[in-house]
């Protein structure tokens, strides 16, 4: 009897695996048809002249730019250029506010002191930094990993931060009971309870790590897709600067799929 309804249970689970299955088929297939479908608009748009290609570009002339960008050899030069700067800036932004949430958390007479600091930081224009970046650390690729930095740290602190100090009130009071320490609290409560909090932070930093890049190439850079983007619309290119912004949006998008495997092999 029991053999019998556990292979109900695994045939109703197989079912419900199935149909998982094929919903996931189902959006994944819908996400790129809308995609694709986009772009034929836009092309028959511009082909049939409703829309003015020289201002909107259409999908024939980005791909123009993109096989130009290609044989030439600049696509890998300008896509590495920004991509190394959004790492390094995604990376380094994640560790420190991590670090600075930690010790927020474990010290908390400063965390009240500098709370509203934060808070302002938080709100500042971080462009408005961007020729003080630059007089203190140079113009090129370190004042574009400081902007990166400086636009996804402070969201970092705060997110993890926030994460930190709802950890259930009475666990941490059982703890100490049991006499544990501020650095037990942490690694066996606090840090384990905020896995999916830093998670989520990674998910915010991926697109603020890209933005203080971007911002920084607009500033000082000689090279990378924002420098492209730039160069693009100075000299009135817009299928470059599309096809700029297409290729930074598959970049980005990569990078939070990369996220995405993490905090599923983490969960799991």
Known sequence: ?????????SAEHALYLKKERRSTVFVITMQLFILVQFFIVWELLAKFEIIDSFIFSAPSKMWGSFTSLWKSGDLIKHVGATLFETIIGFLSATAIGLLIAILLWLFE????????????LNALPKIALGPIIIIWVGAGKNAIVVMAILISVIITIINILNGFLSVDKDKILLMKTLSANKAQILFKLVL????????????????MAWVGTIMGEYLVSKEGLGYLIVYGGQVFNLSLVMCSTVILTILAACMYFGVLILEKAVTR
């Open 1 to 9: 009897m029991k053999r019998r309804v556990n292979e109900i249970i």
């Open 109 to 120: 007479p400063i965390r009240r002191i500098l709370e509203p600091y934060i808070v302002v």
């Open 192 to 207: 384990p309870s905020n896995v999916n909090s830093i998670v989520a932070a990674l998910k915010v930093n991926v697109g």
